[in-house]
Protein backbone atom coordinates (compact mmCIF):
# COMPACT_ATOMS: atom_id res chain seq x y z
CA UNK A 1 0.00 0.00 0.00
CA UNK A 2 1.31 3.59 -0.67
CA UNK A 3 2.21 6.07 2.43
CA UNK A 4 -1.11 7.98 1.89
CA UNK A 5 -3.18 4.40 2.22
CA UNK A 6 -1.42 3.70 5.74
CA UNK A 7 -2.08 4.42 9.07
CA UNK A 8 1.02 5.19 10.95
CA UNK A 9 0.70 7.57 13.35
CA UNK A 10 -0.36 6.18 17.08
CA UNK A 11 -2.76 9.18 17.80
CA UNK A 12 -4.76 7.85 14.58
CA UNK A 13 -5.13 4.71 15.80
CA UNK A 14 -6.20 5.64 18.92
CA UNK A 15 -8.74 7.99 17.25
CA UNK A 16 -10.05 5.15 15.11
CA UNK A 17 -10.30 2.70 18.46
CA UNK A 18 -12.11 5.75 20.23
CA UNK A 19 -14.24 7.25 17.91
CA UNK A 20 -14.75 4.21 14.88
CA UNK A 21 -17.60 1.82 14.52
CA UNK A 22 -16.70 -1.49 15.22
CA UNK A 23 -17.61 -4.56 13.12
CA UNK A 24 -16.32 -8.15 14.12
CA UNK A 25 -16.65 -11.77 13.38
CA UNK A 26 -14.58 -14.68 14.27
CA UNK A 27 -11.26 -13.47 12.39
CA UNK A 28 -10.96 -9.86 12.49
CA UNK A 29 -12.42 -7.11 13.80
CA UNK A 30 -12.63 -3.67 11.99
CA UNK A 31 -13.25 -0.56 13.07
CA UNK A 32 -14.09 2.19 11.09
CA UNK A 33 -13.79 6.00 11.28
CA UNK A 34 -14.28 9.31 8.84
CA UNK A 35 -11.37 10.79 8.68
CA UNK A 36 -11.92 14.07 6.34
CA UNK A 37 -9.62 13.39 4.23
CA UNK A 38 -9.27 12.32 0.42
CA UNK A 39 -7.73 9.17 1.02
CA UNK A 40 -9.21 6.39 2.75
CA UNK A 41 -6.10 4.53 5.47
CA UNK A 42 -5.51 1.17 6.85
CA UNK A 43 -3.73 0.17 9.70
CA UNK A 44 -3.09 -3.54 10.58
CA UNK A 45 -3.11 -4.86 13.86
CA UNK A 46 -2.23 -8.06 15.35
CA UNK A 47 -1.38 -8.67 18.55
CA UNK A 48 0.88 -11.07 20.60
CA UNK A 49 -2.32 -13.48 21.19
CA UNK A 50 -2.11 -14.28 17.72
CA UNK A 51 1.74 -15.57 17.61
CA UNK A 52 4.89 -14.86 17.45
CA UNK A 53 6.61 -11.69 15.19
CA UNK A 54 6.56 -14.00 12.08
CA UNK A 55 3.10 -15.29 12.36
CA UNK A 56 1.84 -11.62 13.53
CA UNK A 57 3.93 -10.25 10.73
CA UNK A 58 2.47 -12.97 7.54
CA UNK A 59 -1.28 -12.06 9.04
CA UNK A 60 -0.77 -8.40 8.58
CA UNK A 61 1.20 -8.94 5.36
CA UNK A 62 -2.06 -11.00 4.15
CA UNK A 63 -4.55 -8.63 5.21
CA UNK A 64 -2.95 -5.95 3.36
CA UNK A 65 -3.45 -7.87 0.17
CA UNK A 66 -6.29 -8.58 0.66
CA UNK A 67 -7.53 -4.79 1.97
CA UNK A 68 -5.73 -3.98 -1.51
CA UNK A 69 -8.20 -6.15 -3.82
CA UNK A 70 -11.10 -4.24 -2.17
CA UNK A 71 -12.38 -0.88 -3.39
CA UNK A 72 -13.48 1.04 -0.74
CA UNK A 73 -15.51 4.67 -0.03
CA UNK A 74 -12.72 7.64 0.39
CA UNK A 75 -12.21 9.64 3.04
CA UNK A 76 -12.20 6.61 5.98
CA UNK A 77 -9.48 5.14 8.80
CA UNK A 78 -9.94 1.36 8.71
CA UNK A 79 -8.06 -0.46 11.79
CA UNK A 80 -8.39 -4.15 11.03
CA UNK A 81 -7.20 -6.53 13.84
CA UNK A 82 -6.71 -10.37 13.79
CA UNK A 83 -7.95 -12.31 16.57
CA UNK A 84 -6.38 -15.44 17.67
CA UNK A 85 -7.62 -17.97 15.51
CA UNK A 86 -6.42 -15.56 12.64
CA UNK A 87 -3.08 -17.08 12.64
CA UNK A 88 -4.20 -20.33 11.28
CA UNK A 89 -6.69 -19.07 8.63
CA UNK A 90 -5.42 -19.36 4.86
CA UNK A 91 -6.02 -16.24 3.30
CA UNK A 92 -9.11 -16.80 1.23
CA UNK A 93 -10.91 -16.87 4.48
CA UNK A 94 -8.95 -13.76 5.66
CA UNK A 95 -9.93 -12.35 2.13
CA UNK A 96 -13.65 -12.97 2.81
CA UNK A 97 -13.88 -12.25 6.48
CA UNK A 98 -12.23 -9.09 5.74
CA UNK A 99 -14.26 -8.06 2.59
CA UNK A 100 -17.91 -9.30 4.77
CA UNK A 101 -16.89 -6.86 7.75
CA UNK A 102 -16.21 -4.03 5.54
CA UNK A 103 -19.85 -4.75 3.48
CA UNK A 104 -21.61 -4.44 6.89
CA UNK A 105 -19.68 -1.28 7.85
CA UNK A 106 -20.88 0.11 4.44
CA UNK A 107 -17.47 1.19 3.27
CA UNK A 108 -17.29 -0.76 0.08
CA UNK A 109 -16.96 1.34 -3.12
CA UNK A 110 -19.62 -1.29 -4.43
CA UNK A 111 -22.25 0.08 -2.06
CA UNK A 112 -22.15 3.64 -4.27
CA UNK A 113 -23.57 1.97 -7.08
CA UNK A 114 -27.51 2.05 -7.58
CA UNK A 115 -29.39 -0.60 -7.26
CA UNK A 116 -30.98 -2.10 -9.81
CA UNK A 117 -35.54 -2.61 -9.85
CA UNK A 118 -36.56 -4.49 -7.40
CA UNK A 119 -36.65 -8.04 -7.33
CA UNK A 120 -33.64 -8.16 -9.96
CA UNK A 121 -30.51 -9.49 -8.72
CA UNK A 122 -27.31 -8.17 -10.31
CA UNK A 123 -24.61 -10.92 -10.90
Known sequence: MRREQRLRRRKDFAAAYRQGQTQ???LLVV???????EAT?????AGKVVGGAVTRN?????LRAAART???????DIVVGARKVAAV?????LERALAVLLKRAG???DDLQPE??????HH
Not at 31 to 37: L, Q, S, W
Not at 58 to 62: A, E, F, P, T
Not at 116 to 121: A, D, H, I
Open 116 to 121: GPPGKE
Open 107 to 109: VLA
Open 31 to 37: RVRPNGG
Open 41 to 45: RFGFV
Open 58 to 62: LVKRR
Open 24 to 26: GNR
Open 89 to 93: AEYQA
Open 70 to 76: LATKPGL
